[in-house]
């Protein structure tokens, strides 16, 4: 035990040790930005920026920040990302100088077993706070960044939008939008045959099943009957007008996916993610939505099902080989860390934002037509943006964008609809379902830790370190010195 | 090295621990590997006339070490398992591809859900391409867009050596699946290297042998030197699995490999499992194994084959 405290402890020192030395790297930007509000504008502006949707939504118009200071504003953020993302890339490369020069000292001869060891511990160690900063300079920073200027968007244009609305709701002008006939839900014809995308559907889930890639469904009772009716519910208020097929499948991503012909997947953690009730009715009605208005359909011509799960297939191979670099990255990032039904959408559907705007409007329109709270579904996307572990699993959110128009689009739609009386934000239902899936996801859990591996063969190291982000910190916090903390260790991993 | 079991046993692992703490001491500085654990898991497959036999019962088995009777009970196989695809990808493969593709589509139709699976392939080196998943299709997927190989080698020897090491350091039931055509042209190691590892490891090996075009169409053309070099690979693969308790398959020609597979999943799929605690042994020297098989009809002892491991080193 004293052997390994003391391997802990010398872990940790060199933790250190590389992340001091890093003040000296070169990179994007090397200075914290130069331009910047004056404090008496940032400060409430940064804490307003870290705040929901909804409520700036709520409190934009009470604001009194001039189009120059939000102007300086988007500037800073931009030199902010900039160098945010040079730090952590300078992390990756310095943690790479590390593995290269610890595999060069393992070349030397006459080391000791106990050396040999320490050695390729602190390779694997470097290796995974390697990928980690990948991750965090090319996905988890431009994604926080992204979310910030949209919601700084939000504070400046919704006043004026919200105007607009009330102006077109007292005119009566918002009539005349799309799909604007929402007491007719359910007798519209949003595309017409949607039974002639049943064979689509069909052949795509057979060859999704052929291929092997499909995880094993959720066999609690408790859980997918629950979420058969929460979709059966949101059925019966849209415009679906084939049986509808849910399966729930049990695998970590954080998503939902449709093929055509009325068949949607639900992946567990998207039910781990969701809070309530209609949160995951806004997911599904938006997932419903793309089957009604035949996206699916539309844009299997150009990419089939097996041309995605074999393009998926590559990217996940150049991940595991070491190939993560460069061009390989960027698709990594894109598919391989997240999964199958990532690739799907951003093939099938998320390759169009006017499918998605479609999508919204409608999946809000049949989430509010089945009784449902639909700021649940903005809520969603604000989870998402927000928390610190979007960045692992919200494949989701990957695919669906929190872009500032987005967010005022949903915001106008759910203006426009009639007030509900006392909509669903939560049922006794949920709660019930989530403690059932507290076991499906225990036992899940217990499998992977289960996992055997050949990638990581070195055992009895110290525990490895991981590194800190959280977006909604400061960057002087999260970039100036990134930090390293030592993690419980998780076998197989 | 072999198999941990339940509580009972882990209890009796720390009392074995703390007797010979100055000796396990030694070993983790060292690196070594530490032989004295409480029980070993025996998998065996047995049959007749070339057809898996399944349903014998603890009475039907027989278990000798070093030629003297070990006691032992028939417990059910360790799920799930962690089974290993290591194929041969060289550019000198050529003539192998359609051997190769067959096998992994039989890869693909055959293997049952609920297993462990990996991918790794070699030529000059061992390349892990898939970690163990259970889903199956992320092996075949991986295969089918391995590009071209960029080396000559076929360096079998090391890989299948590399491979036991890195599977010898997991826990429960772990298969081998060699899909090679057994020749080496470069490999640090030697076969008998190979051969004391695969003796010292508890990984059953089977094996689909490549090359069935020059078993098949193109033997009579080849010249003594070529038959040989190949009768030498295929001692090799044959070696690996009878040492191992596995089995190799030969087939003549390419549409086959679907077969093979789809009898290696069988294989496994009726493997037996012999749980023994062993008597203390002088470790590093060979130990025996002989397992009879057998049930009674009619009064008269019917014997099967059984394929098992020779023994342990």
Partial sequence: MAKLDFRGLLALLCSELLVANLAGCVGHRVALPEVRPPSQVFDPLSEELKKSYLTLFETASQFEYSDAQIAKMQEYLKQAQDYCVGRFENVSNEYQRRVDETQKTLKKPAITEEERHNLHCSIQDARALRGEADVISQQAIPVAYDNKRAKLEVIQKWPAQLKEIRASLADGTYKLRRWADVEDIGFREIEKDQQADIKLGQESIRDLKASGLMPKEIDDDAVVTYVKRVAEKVVANSDLHVPLHITVLNSKEINAFAFPGGFVFVERGLLEAVDDESQLAGVIAHEMSHVVARHGHKLMAKATVSSIIYQMAQIAAVVLTGGAAGIGTYYALQYGFYGLGLALNLNLLGVSRDFEAQADQLGIQYAWKAGYDTSGFIRFFDKMATKEGYVNGASWFRSHPPFYQRMVDSEREITYLPKQASPTVNTTEFAAMKEALTKVSAKAEEESKQRPSLISPEQSCPAPSKLLYEPDQPIEAICSTPQTVSVAKEPGN | ?313
């Avoid at chain 2, 194994?289 to 080193?313: P, Q, T």
């Fill in chain 2, 1 to 313: 090295m072999f198999n941990t079991a339940n509580s009972f046993c882990s209890q009796r692992a720390w009392q074995l621990a703390s007797l010979f703490a100055a000796a396990f001491l030694t070993a983790q500085v060292g690196g070594a590997k530490e032989p004295a654990l409480e029980t070993i898991s025996l998998y065996l497959n047995v049959e007749k006339d070339g057809g898996l036999i399944t349903g014998l019962t603890q009475g039907n088995f027989r278990l000798y070490l070093d030629g003297k009777p070990q006691p032992f009970r028939l417990e059910g196989p360790e799920e799930p398992a962690s089974i290993a695809l290591l194929v041969e990808y060289s550019a000198s493969s050529g003539y192998f591809l359609d051997d190769l593709n067959a096998s992994m589509q039989g890869f693909l139709k055959h293997a049952p859900e609920g297993h462990w699976y990996a991918l790794a392939t070699f030529s000059r080196e061992l390349e892990v391409h898939t970690d163990f998943t259970k889903q199956v299709g992320e092996i075949t997927a991986a295969y089918s867009q391995l590009g071209l190989p960029a080396w000559n080698e076929i360096d079998t020897y090391d890989a299948v050596y590399e491979m036991i090491d890195k599977m010898g350091r997991l826990s429960g039931r772990r298969i081998l699946i060699v899909v090679g055509c057994g020749l080496d042209t470069f490999s640090e190691h030697s076969m008998d290297q190979v051969k004391a590892k695969v003796e010292s490891e508890d990984i059953t090996i089977f094996v689909a042998a490549l090359g069935s075009l020059f078993r098949g169409s193109y033997d009579q053309y080849l010249n003594s030197s070529a038959r040989l070099s190949l009768i030498q690979a295929q001692a090799f693969l044959q070696m690996m699995a009878q040492k191992s308790g596995g089995f190799a398959w030969f087939p003549n020609h390419f549409n086959a490999f679907p077969d093979v597979m789809q009898g290696i999943m069988q294989s496994i799929a009726t493997q037996y499992r012999l749980v023994y605690e062993p008597p203390p042994r002088n470790f590093g020297k060979f130990q025996k194994i002989k397992v009879e098989a057998f049930r009674i009809v009619n009064d008269k002892r019917e014997d099967f084959k059984v394929l098992v491991r020779k023994g342990w080193r």
